[in-house]
């Protein structure tokens, strides 16, 4: 079956968007605890390019479906889970990338390298880590995985905030978030 990337984010409206992230059907990795833990040969390089056993993995699918199964431990771990195996996975930076944003109805909407949208909110932050000089930006995606902010979706975003003001801030979902690391 072909796979129909969403469309663009600027031309949806919330609704849409929302809809889009409730037809994406996860599988339920947080309800799975299997005995059988092992090592994958996998790691996903800063810029977001997957690697197994060190060499690039080109298609598309197979980066979105291991994308569904990746799990973050509290002590820093990063996991593909299924439900009779757990596989460590090697994470440079962050999972996925952003690679768009857009100021939806209040909302900032962000779609990933894997074509999956993100409304930041109470459940999907915004943090910015680094330093003030050069500062890097993160979206919270799920189960403790990031998504690192490329160059052209932090300008995005820095000119979403300096539309509001000079504070370096951005509100969506209720919530603010500045783009200032602490």
Not at 3 to 22: C, F, K, N, R
Not at 113 to 126: K, Q, S
Not at 127 to 144: F, K, S, T
Request: aromatic share 8%; net charge negative.
């Amino acid at each position: 079956m072909p796979y129909t990337p969403p469309p663009e984010l600027a031309g949806m409206s919330l609704a849409q968007i929302a809809e889009a992230v409730a037809a994406r059907k996860l599988p339920p990795v947080e309800q799975w605890s299997p005995d059988n833990v092992d090592e994958s040969h996998m790691r996903i390089a800063a810029d977001g390019t997957w690697y197994h056993e060190g060499s690039p993995i080109k298609r598309p699918g197979m980066v979105r479906a291991f994308a569904g199964l990746l799990n973050r431990e509290e002590d820093g771990s990063y996991w593909l889970v299924v439900p009779y195996q757990k596989l460590s996975i090697e994470v440079e930076d962050a999972c996925f990338i952003a690679t768009d944003v857009s100021e939806t109805e209040g909302d900032l909407a962000f779609r990933l390298n894997t074509d999956e949208l993100v409304v930041a909110g109470p459940d999907n932050r915004i943090r910015a880590a680094g330093d003030p000089d050069q500062p890097a930006i993160y979206l919270h995606v799920r189960r403790g995985c990031e998504a690192r902010l490329n160059r052209s979706t932090y300008e995005q975003l820095a000119r979403i905030a300096l539309a509001r003001g000079d504070d370096w801030t951005v509100t969506s979902g209720g919530e603010t978030f500045s783009l200032l690391p602490a």
